[in-house]
């Protein structure tokens, strides 16, 4: 049986991408965290990092594993929240990745110190899946790229967050300042399934489309970390929000678009009947909050 804390010393390990600093981060001896990875990698019976180079890099089992730990590590430090907590209010949110990496980091804090009876349960979820759970009450409040809200669906747009692109290093674009899509036209994309993120995946491929071409997609993911190994691993180029250039990952260079009009739209939705009181208030703080709150870094 994988353990909590060895999902926990991977994802310091995938996070630092060297086990030195890792370890150091962690307060523990070298050895004993390569140990863990390793035994972990048996268990799993796969190779989780390319130990080939002077610096580790995540395999694609290791980038897929990573926001599945992540999940994993979450909800056990969330259980522990709610049982310490005991009567203080749960705040379940929906989130896409991006928002995860992007807005919440830069309202949370604020908003939950103003609060402390709250305790925050993040989810990461598509579109679909958040619309359903908020629909049944799974969720309090969500974060997506939803355009036109749905019947039982209250929607406020938030911002138009610009695209970026992401290129396998060495790539002969990556030392450009920004990007003109028309140059990619006969590259190789990975994108996520339109099922998956309809909004998102309808805009990457009606940017390329003003730009003279239908992209390629050769390879689908279903998480930012996915793509990033993708990409990395020189399989295809991306074309993400800009907010996913807060995950980094070795071997991935990312550029601005030389479109201004390349944006793709960022809402919060909470349901128009069960909505709970902590789960409007936070929609009510993100509205307030935006325009001064960016979904990414500038560059």
């Known amino acids: 049986m994988v ?3 060895q999902l926990q010393y991977f994802l310091a390990v995938a996070d630092r991408l060297s086990v030195t600093d890792a370890a150091r981060d962690l307060r523990m001896a070298q050895a004993a965290l390569s140990q863990s990875v390793t035994k972990l990698e048996r268990r799993l019976g796969a190779t989780l990092f390319d130990r080939s180079r002077r610096r580790l890099r995540l395999t694609p089992a290791g980038a897929a ?3 599945e730990a992540r999940m994993i590590v979450g909800r056990a430090r969330e259980l522990g929240a709610v049982v310490a907590g005991g009567a203080r209010t749960p705040l379940r949110i929906g989130c896409i990745t991006s928002a995860v990496s992007g807005l919440l980091p830069d309202v949370l804090p604020g908003f939950l110190a103003a609060r402390p009876e709250i305790v925050p349960l993040v989810h990461e979820m598509g579109q679909r899946a958040m619309v359903d ?3 049944a ?4 409040v969500g974060v997506c ?6 019947e039982g669906i209250e929607l406020v747009r938030l911002a138009d967050e610009p695209l970026t692109c992401l290129l396998p290093e ?3 674009q990556a030392a450009a300042e920004a990007v003109d899509l028309a140059d990619l036209a006969v590259e190789s994309f990975v994108c996520f399934p339109r099922d998956h993120a309809p909004v998102a995946h309808d805009t990457i491929v009606g940017a390329c489309v003003r730009a003279g071409f239908s992209p390629r997609v050769t390879q689908e993911a279903l998480n930012d970390q996915s ?5 990395a691993a020189g399989l295809a180029v991306a074309i993400v929000p800009r ?3 807060r995950l980094r990952m070795a071997g991935v260079v990312a550029r601005p678009l030389t479109d201004p009009a390349a944006v793709t739209p960022l809402s919060v939705l909470v349901a128009s009947a069960v909505s709970a009181p902590a789960g409007r208030a936070l929609r009510d703080e993100l509205v307030r909050l935006r325009g001064r709150t960016g979904p990414g870094p500038s560059g």
């Open 3 to 5: 353990e909590v804390r």
């Open 133 to 135: 759970a908020l629909r």
């Open 227 to 231: 793509l990033l190994g993708i990409v």
């Open 145 to 150: 790229r939803m355009l036109v809200a749905e």
């Open 65 to 67: 594993l990573v926001p």
């Open 170 to 172: 060495g790539h002969p």
């Open 243 to 245: 907010s996913t250039t």
């Open 137 to 140: 009450g799974a969720v309090d």
